[in-house]
């Protein structure tokens, strides 16, 4: 042992070749997506880091036994070596993304017979369809007709919306009654904090996309947007976002560029609500941030005429929703096919009777494995319309994806529709039905 130590140590060549070694076989290894060629690839990965090391302890001791030679050679191969390790990364995560991901879980799993599986739905209004009516929503038109226009150079804007200010500091109550009624309004928890993002309706029927964010990168004009209301007056995004206060004075936005277009994040605090407005498009000149403020102002003028009947109308929508929702069968909840398999739609028509919001769990049938349990959670909550009268039912639509199993390996999972009050009691199960799904699949 001491004899290939002092091997190891001596030479100028040898520190570099098991370094390289040990990261080539960490980027074959990483690349071919097999659970348990996984663990050898953190292996070979932390055995490399510490062959690096070796390799910066055999440059140092060349340089204190006097052999400058060597001691340089070993130097510069820390750089080379540095340089492989940047490539063997790049190429790790570049076939993470475009390589195949199939993971094996549904290979050896059979779908059981002689028990009722429901398929997903084709959902009518996916945003994705290329004969999707599009423009039945004021937000969505006023945005769309803003883009229209060719824009400038000026990306002052002035966040007025006096009127949401009013209906969020003076009617706190009947404001949050109002938005977690309106179908409009995804409203959701994170981390503790309640936040509501502006969805768009597609085929006259409010649709939620990934994170609320809107895209449209082809066609004339490209853009992005989100309208996010923060209702505890805490910020969702990770992003450094510009903090301003709503009122009549000009804002410059802080411009970058995103997806090859200008980009601003706008915080408007704005009395009991903070207001996030995200905006990429094709001109300097915030279209969108200027057309969503101005329906804002518009939605709230029009709440605090007469808040309660406002309250009153989002119920109705949301009750004619549940109608729609419901499908044929009348069934609490439903499945809904997305984009791509794996990625799947829930369209709620139920009333759990009190506050609180709605999520999903889901279990493979045959051996109770719960699937994307945390993601899962967090991507199906949503807050539920209530009403004391039990016959009354509300409708909403949350999207999440599945990450067990492949695509074209379809299998039986159990969903269950959970219910967490805000009284704090203790949560309990609404529903539940099993379903044929496939995993997803980059």
Request: proline share 5%.
């Amino acid at each position: 042992m001491k004899r290939l130590l002092t091997r190891y140590f001596n030479s100028w060549w040898l520190p570099a070749l098991v370094f390289l070694c040990l990261l080539g076989g960490f980027a074959a290894t990483a690349v071919v997506g097999w659970r348990p060629l996984g663990v050898l690839a953190n292996v070979l990965f932390w055995l490399a880091g510490l062959a690096f090391l070796g390799l910066i302890a055999a440059s140092i001791w060349n340089f204190i036994q006097k052999r400058r030679r060597f001691g340089v050679i070993n130097l510069l191969l820390i750089f080379g070596c540095g340089a492989a390790t940047v490539f063997a990364l790049g190429f790790v995560m570049f076939a993470s993304m475009f390589g195949p991901s199939e993971d094996g879980f549904a290979d050896n799993l059979t779908i059981p017979e002689g028990i009722e599986i429901a398929e997903p739905d084709q959902d009518a209004t996916d945003p994705w369809g290329t004969t999707t009516p599009k423009g039945s929503d004021e937000l969505q038109d006023a945005i769309r007709k803003a883009l229209t226009a060719p824009g400038d150079n000026t990306t002052e804007f002035t966040p007025a919306m006096p009127s949401l200010r009013r209906a969020s500091t003076d009617h706190p109550k009947t404001f949050s009654d109002y938005v977690e009624a309106s179908p409009d309004w995804h409203v959701f928890m994170e981390q503790g904090n309640r936040f509501a993002s502006r969805r768009w309706s597609y085929g006259g029927e409010p649709q939620d996309t990934l994170h609320g964010y809107i895209s449209e990168f082809s066609g004339v004009s490209k853009f992005q947007t989100r309208c996010l209301l923060c209702l505890d007056r805490k910020q969702w995004s990770r992003y450094s976002v510009q903090h301003v206060q709503e009122g009549t004075k000009p804002v410059k936005p802080n411009m970058s560029m995103g997806n090859q277009l200008h980009e601003s994040r706008i915080m408007i605090e704005c009395g009991g609500v903070w207001v996030e407005l995200f905006e990429q498009s094709d001109n300097p000149e915030r279209r969108v941030t200027k057309a969503t403020v101005a329906n804002l102002e518009k939605e709230f003028s029009e709440f605090l005429q007469t808040p309660d009947a406002s309250v009153s109308a989002a119920r109705t929508k949301s009750r004619e929703l549940a109608g729609r929702l419901a499908g044929d069968d009348a069934h609490p909840f439903r499945l809904l096919t997305g984009m791509q398999p794996g990625i799947y739609g829930v369209a709620y028509s139920l009333n759990p009777g009190e506050p609180g919001s709605v999520y999903l769990k889901a279990f493979e049938i045959t051996k109770g494995t719960p699937l994307s349990a945390e993601r899962l959670e967090a991507k199906s909550k949503t807050r539920m319309t209530w009403s004391t009268d039990s016959s009354e039912l509300f409708g909403a639509k949350a999207g999440f994806t599945i990450y067990e199993g492949d695509w074209g390996k379809p299998y039986a999972a159990r969903f269950e529709v959970w219910f967490t009050p805000d009284s704090g009691k203790q949560e309990r199960k609404l529903a539940e039905r099993i379903f044929k799904i496939e995993g997803w699949q980059r």
